[in-house]
T-cell receptor
């Protein structure tokens, strides 16, 4: 199974609502990142949280990290139709050179 | 800055044909990566490079070769294409972060490859 696994696999909400996506991982990490991918495009980096941080904000994004539970969450507040995309967590494993991506959460925001 | 560019955007191959995908970045990044993305899956790392003249295997390297002769370019080669290599290929690059490892990755727009 993958190092990073997102939950849920798909999420459909109304514009203005908050969207929460979760990511679980298995091994010790240096940092955890969240990326967004619009249909047919490459991934775009959203936010990076280091293993010694618990929470980070960027605009309408809030990311939490719980290293004891090996999990992270991404909250998008006041969602917009333009937030419709797939969201991936990526873990930078301790002692490794590679970043491992999860399978993603597909978010659909209805106008 | 153009960021990360990939050539070509789309290609159709017949089984057994060869091709090279080109990735170029103008951000002076040390690290470069090739991923493949299949429906319903995340990205899987094929090969990566931590600097000019170096390459290393990722999760799914079989059937692919790479070269990094110049810092700004990372080439992915398929010597004998197979239908299982039908996928979307993404190149990415990153700067050196803490501990001398790559961090935030910048992605190209992708190459869609169909092998018949």
């Amino acid at each position: 199974s993958q190092q990073g696994e997102e939950d849920p696999q798909a999420l459909s909400i109304q514009e203005g609502e908050n969207a929460t996506m979760n990511c679980s991982y298995k091994t010790s990490i240096n940092n955890l990142q969240w990326y967004r991918q619009n249909s047919g495009r490459g991934l775009v980096h959203l936010i990076l949280i280091r293993s010694n941080e618990r929470e980070k904000h960027s605009g309408r994004l809030r990311v939490t990290l719980d290293t004891s539970k090996k999990s992270s969450s991404l909250l998008i507040t006041a969602s917009r139709a333009a937030d419709t995309a797939s969201y991936f967590c990526a873990t930078d494993v301790t002692g490794g050179f590679k970043t491992i991506f999860g399978a993603g959460t597909r978010l659909f925001v209805k106008a | 800055n153009a960021g990360v560019t990939q050539t070509p955007k789309f290609r159709v191959l017949k089984t057994g044909q060869s091709m090279t995908l080109l990735c170029a970045q103008d951000m002076n990044h040390e690290y470069m990566y090739w991923y493949r993305q299949d429906p319903g899956m995340g990205l899987r790392l094929i090969h990566y490079s931590v600097g000019e003249g170096t390459t290393a295997k990722g999760e799914v390297p079989d059937g692919y070769n790479v070269s990094r002769l110049k810092k700004q370019n990372f080439l992915l080669g398929l010597e004998s294409a197979a239908p299982s290599q039908t996928s979307v290929y993404f190149c990415a690059s990153s700067y050196l972060g803490r501990g001398g490892k790559g961090e935030t990755q910048y992605f190209g727009p992708g190459t869609r490859l169909l092998v018949l």
